[in-house]
């Protein structure tokens, strides 16, 4: 089953992009014996409209064209329910037992996912209390999804 992390807005070449590289390329390969591959970031450009309900709007048509075939929609958002690393796992997990094609994770633009994606989305997931700068929310969503492979796996990776 594949994972996509889908985000409004690039990264820029440094630190950053390289830890979410290491992290989903450590995912991709690790999660093809435990049928989570191919794990991959799928990059939008924001949208340049005037208001904020437009640029939503037009970020959730952009994001939604992205999805393939009966994948789980997850919606990253602050008001969303904030689960352990165990239940994210339990998450990927259940959707790759129910013959999900895939789990698609979204990343909004700095006004938020616009009211399609959120009505779409089956899931609703906060990264914690605190707003997060984009980089590292990409960089989070990766970890969280190579220790889940991990967890799968039975690597000792995650220790709690």
Same mark, same amino acid.
């Given at each position: 089953?594949?994972?996509?992390? &889908? ?21 991709? /390969? ?39 075939? /009966? ?13 352990? !690393?165990? /239940? ?24 938020? &996912? ?19 700068? &984009? ?12 220790? !889940? ?8 990776? &995650?220790?709690?």
């Amino acid at each position: 089953m594949r994972v996509t992390i &889908h985000a409004v807005g690039r990264l820029k070449a440094g630190p950053e992009r390289e830890l979410v590289a290491r992290y989903l390329d450590r995912a991709d /390969k690790a999660g093809r014996a435990v049928g989570l591959s191919p794990v991959g970031v799928r990059e939008l450009t924001e949208s340049r409209a005037s208001s904020a309900a437009a640029r939503k709007a037009e970020e959730a048509e952009a994001l939604l064209a992205g999805v393939q075939g /009966k994948s789980l929609l997850v919606v990253l958002d602050e008001r969303g329910e904030t689960p352990t !690393s165990d /239940k994210f796992c339990t998450l990927l997990s259940e959707a790759r037992d129910g013959g999900r094609a895939g789990v698609d994770i979204f990343i909004g633009g700095a006004d938020g &996912h616009g009211d399609a994606l959120l009505q779409r989305a089956e899931r609703t997931i906060a990264l914690g209390h605190m707003t997060w700068p &984009h980089q590292i929310v990409r960089i989070l969503i990766a970890e969280q999804i190579y220790r !889940s492979v991990t967890m799968l796996s039975g690597h000792p990776y &995650h220790r709690a």
